[in-house]
Structure formats: structure tokens, C-alpha cells
Nanobody, 132 residues
Framework: QVQLVESGGASVQTGGSLDLSCKYS??????MGWFRQTPGKEREGVAA???????EYADFVEGRFTISKDRTKNTLSLRMASLKPEDTAMYYC????????????????????????????WGQGTQVTVSS
């Protein structure tokens, strides 16, 4: 069982930056990621990172976000810059159990929407609001 707790969500102005954090316990998995959701819409993938260090981003990120993982602090992070009002959403941290992984990497189409059932563990979410 992996516990995920997000933090860092806030209200910011357009063009602002935020750092989201996800504390995981007791250990990380081979594939972890960030998703987001707004009311009435499907949850969509934002970014994912494998234990091999490979990262994947949704097209809408356009180089504005960076996903990272610090194993010494048991923390998955998402650094967001140049935020837009359309980035407003609840942001969720997610993890794929090791028993679903065939190696130290994320599976193909990991950021598809709706999320694959492989994303077994979820946090409670942290709200990001970007005002114009």
C-alpha cells in the first residue's frame, strides 16, 4: 500500500508559478505522475516519471512544467511556471504499483485520459486556481 499526500496548491495570477509536492510512503514505485481534473471533465494526465528517470508530459504543458522525484525526501514534485487560467484544476498525485510494472519505467500511454487502471494509488488532491 502506498500513501500519497499532495500539498502546494494555491491561487495565483496568470503567469505565476507554483511548486506542488506529493509525499509518498512507505516507498516510491516505478511509475509516478500528476493528473488534474476540473468539474464535469475527465481526469487528465499532466506528467509522469519512471524510476529510470524518463519523463513524459502532456502536450498542453508546452515546456512550462517539470516533474521530479527526490527519493531522499520521499517526494514527487511538479514545478509549474507561466500558469494560465486553463491550468485551474484539482491536481492529483498517482502511482502505479510495482506489481503492475514490467520494469523501472512508466507504461505506454501513461497519461491517457481517462487514466488507466494501472494508476492504482491516488492522493486526495490539491487545488490550483489561476486568475486572469
Amino acid at each position: 500500500q502506498v500513501q500519497l499526500v499532495e500539498s502546494g496548491g494555491a491561487s495565483v495570477q496568470t503567469g505565476g508559478s507554483l511548486d506542488l509536492s506529493c509525499k509518498y510512503s512507505p516507498t516510491d514505485t516505478h511509475c509516478m505522475g500528476w493528473f488534474r481534473q476540473t468539474p464535469g471533465k475527465e481526469r487528465e494526465g499532466v506528467a509522469a516519471i519512471g524510476s529510470d528517470g524518463d519523463m513524459e508530459y502532456a502536450d498542453f504543458v508546452e515546456g512550462r512544467f517539470t516533474i521530479s522525484k527526490d527519493r531522499t525526501k520521499n517526494t514527487l514534485s511538479l514545478r509549474m511556471a507561466s500558469l494560465k487560467p486553463e491550468d485551474t484544476a484539482m491536481y492529483y498525485c498517482a502511482a502505479v504499483p510495482r506489481f503492475y510494472s514490467s520494469g523501472p519505467y512508466c507504461f505506454a500511454h501513461a497519461l491517457q485520459s481517462p487514466p488507466s487502471p494501472n494508476w492504482y494509488y491516488w492522493g486526495q488532491g490539491t487545488q490550483v486556481t489561476v486568475s486572469s
